[in-house]
């Protein structure tokens, strides 16, 4: 079975279709049509999307909605984009935003540079998932990079993103990518051993059937293909939801990678997410960070700073810089008993 | 003028009573009758609390609720409780969070330990709002803390607070606490030159009639009150939407405050709030932390570190630590380059 595929089938959020408030809902569509609007935008309030999951009942979030620009369904998942009133514009997944222009930076900022300044003068970096573009535009901005591979399962969200989100798609231009529409699981068992310097995993869920991703099998997929020293940096949601899911994943990293293991948590409003990943939700998004055996990784002190000057088709860096690099690894008091408790 | 009266009437979340779906809504109060419901759970979906206001226009944050346990309206405010679906009881007034049960303590513990463990044995404290009790029961961890005073103008925030957050106004039962009921500004023009070594203003918004506390003539206040290298923590609203604002406060604390100028900030989910501040929201919050002419005083690194078994009545510390401390005067690129421009 391919998990990606499970993901996008098992973890629609719930739709409340017949809810009264939808009878009387439309949306407008890029060409004026009134249209049916989305069952997502329905159980809230017309014309609001809302953000609601069995993976954190009794919540949603929600953003006013001015204009429905996309629509379809992909082998994989519904994707839709719409103009909000206040965040730019917003791709969702299934139900689930992953991206809105106002604060896309910030996540895309952090789950790059975490692990590239991390590690002096990375080469060759794959990226698994991510299709938006935006982790390729952060990892271009590293000039010591000659190559980087990315495996995305849906192209209809290269497309989109393409067409409707350019400043992050930019990051499909940079000569050096090598894009591969494939199952990112697969791509990773056939990598020549200790081929990568970085590997960012931009798609899975630690529960649900994408859970694997989360778990031994892949993660011993990933140590296999990073060099000595090598680094990973992988989503994992929000501390203030799900610490038992962030410990069994920080117990699973510790078997695996030899080097070092850590945390690292940030702030993005909207919660950005690529392809179903509900948890980064509360403005809190979480990262696990881990080295396979070989030339010590501190991650908490970056030796790689980002020169910034070096590509020329990306705007000055919006969120990361060092000093936020290393703050990201200070826990609250109630996750940092925990996590340091399996990681060490 | 009155200004937190004037806030909490110019600060009402608009309200869409006619709307349709309120229209079959009703809501079981304690006694299980079947009662109208409030009018700010109206506006999004029978059943669920949604907080909106013209500070964030275009978005909504809405948490499921269970039971309405109280609903009242003081000289100032609104004032309902309800039992949410997740995060336990909630305390809502003018239709805006200000805390939930379930992350009440990142918000309490920061604004107090962030300015109480920046400087030696803090002896006299004063708190203007924070009716709760929350921060009384932080202050109260430090040992060396001789009196509290705290000035809150709406006593029915405090009798809410002891009726059905216990674990909050636990606060209340310090001996060393002195509670006024009145105005915090007009308290602050006749204290004593030079008494506190440190106050918390927890009720104030930058925006609207209350901005004068946030102006040079309230600062001026806070400073003369403070010894020299007293220091003052104050609620700052969120980095993500108005860095305009937080620029003006930088600037005014820099011309009142000789010592030192600095802004922090760190993630609460519900984004708790107090007496009328609609600010934190985006699951972040923002505190100005800054000190009088005097010894010098480095907030970036904490010199007073909590003895958490001094105080028996309190459970053990959630979120706070030496290490978030300093790293909540970490901040993003876009944020940095603005804030330092002002405070330096």
Redesign the interface.
């Known amino acids: 079975m391919d998990a990606k595929e499970a993901s996008a089938t098992d973890l629609k959020r719930p739709r409340e279709e017949d809810?009264?408030?939808a009878a009387?809902a439309s949306m407008e569509t890029e060409n004026g049509d009134q249209t049916k609007e989305p069952a997502c935008f329905s159980?809230?309030?017309p014309g609001?999307f809302?953000e609601m999951s069995p993976m954190?009942?009794?919540?949603?979030?929600?953003?006013?909605v001015e204009k429905v620009l996309f629509q379809g369904k992909s082998d994989y998942q519904d994707v839709i984009v719409f103009q909000?009133?206040?965040?730019g514009k917003v791709l969702v997944l299934d139900g689930v935003i992953q991206l809105t222009e106002r604060?896309e930076?910030?996540y895309q900022e952090m789950i790059t540079h975490l692990p590239l300044c991390s590690i002096p003068n990375p080469k060759k970096v794959l990226v698994i998932g991510g299709g938006d573009g935006g982790v390729l535009r952060e990892v271009a901005r590293h000039a010591s990079v000659e190559q980087i591979d990315m495996c995305e399962i849906d192209k209809m969200v290269v497309d989109v993103s393409k067409q409707f989100f350019p400043n992050v798609a930019i990051g499909f231009e940079d000569p050096r990518v090598n894009l591969v529409i494939g199952d990112g699981v697969a791509f990773l068992k056939n990598a020549a051993e200790g081929s990568y310097d970085a590997v960012i995993v931009d798609s899975s869920d630690p529960i649900g059937p994408a859970k694997e991703l989360f778990e031994k099998p892949f993660f011993q997929s990933v140590a296999r293909a990073l060099r000595p020293g090598g680094v990973v940096c992988t989503q994992a949601e929000?501390l203030?939801l799900h610490m038992d899911i962030i410990e069994d994943i920080v117990s699973n990293c510790r078997e695996i990678f030899k080097g070092s293991v850590n945390y690292a948590?940030t702030?993005v409003?909207t919660y950005p997410r690529h392809v179903s990943l509900p948890f980064n939700?509360?403005?809190?998004i979480g990262f696990m960070l881990c080295s396979t055996e070989g030339p010590d990784v501190d991650f908490k002190n970056p030796v790689n700073p980002i020169d910034d000057s070096s590509s020329k088709s990306n705007a000055?860096?919006?969120?990361?810089?060092a000093?936020?690099h290393?703050?990201?690894f200070?826990?609250?008091?109630?996750a940092?008993k925990v996590i340091e408790s399996k990681a060490n």
Chains 1, 2 share one sequence.
């Open positions: 809810d009264a408030a009387a159980s809230v309030i609001w809302s954190w009942p009794g919540e949603a979030h929600s953003l006013k909000s009133a206040t965040y604060d930076c910030a929000s203030w948590w702030s409003p939700i509360h403005g809190v000055p860096l919006k969120f990361y810089n000093e936020i290393s703050a990201a200070c826990l609250p008091s109630f940092k």
